[in-house]
Antibody, heavy 119, light 107 residues
């Protein structure tokens, strides 16, 4: 069974950093690209970042480019999102998802982790 | 940047057909995916590449795409179809784009 489990969310002050982790099982991790998507309260889904199977290719939404870094460790079946310079606008549920390539459909999603940015 | 526009809400009676539109410039030339998200749950892919269904998704879910409008069609609507629905495309200049979402209410 395909499983994606996010962790690392929580309450953080504006300007601080947070790192999210997504641990996967049930499929060959390094056969797939991975994505991060978020949903802010009362808003819709927003794609955040994507990474190729080997990490050589990354892509970011304009809203996070220069502040967030997506990375992966294929030896640990893990995906990461390093979030720096957080602001209230980053408050959202963050989901990881798998896809065959960065530009391919998102087949499976995790349950998400909540990030709240507030003083 | 590329923008996808969906109606914010749609109400439909059980057993009827729901049609959710997703408008974007020349969207007919792009491949459209649709996601369903119920409260407190992760999004689920219900239609990909305009009209294909992942395994496990009922045949009641279908899609079309032409011109400037893509459409998700839910036939014989059930109470369990109440959810938010999002369209999505890959754009070469904007990367992944989601529509604003449509909340479907079953009367």
């Amino acid at each position: 069974e395909v499983q994606l489990v996010e962790s690392g969310g929580g309450l953080v002050q504006p300007g601080r950093s947070l790192r999210l982790t997504c641990v996967v099982s049930g499929f060959t991790f390094d056969d797939y690209a991975m994505q991060w998507v978020r949903r802010a309260p009362g808003k819709g889904l927003e794609w955040v970042a994507g990474i190729s199977w080997n990490g050589d290719t990354t892509a970011y939404a304009d809203s996070v480019r220069g502040r967030f870094v997506i990375s992966r460790d294929n030896t640990k079946n893990s995906l990461y999102l390093q979030m720096n310079g957080l602001s209230a606008e980053d408050t959202a549920f963050y989901y990881c998802a798998k896809s065959r390539a960065v530009a391919a459909r998102f087949d499976n999603w995790g349950q998400g982790t909540q990030v709240t940015v507030s003083s | 940047s590329y923008v996808l526009t969906q109606p914010p809400s749609l109400s439909v009676a059980p057993g009827q057909t729901a049609r959710i539109s997703c408008e974007g410039g020349s969207i007919g030339s792009k491949s459209v995916n649709w996601f369903q998200q119920k409260p407190g749950q992760a999004p689920v892919l219900v239609v990909y590449a305009d009209s294909d269904r992942p395994s496990g998704i009922p045949e009641r879910f279908s899609g079309s795409n032409s011109g400037n409008t893509a459409t998700l069609i839910i036939s014989r609507v059930e109470a369990g179809d109440e959810a938010d629905y999002f369209c999505q495309v890959w754009d070469t200049t904007t990367d992944w784009v989601f529509g604003g979402g449509t909340t479907v209410t079953v009367l």
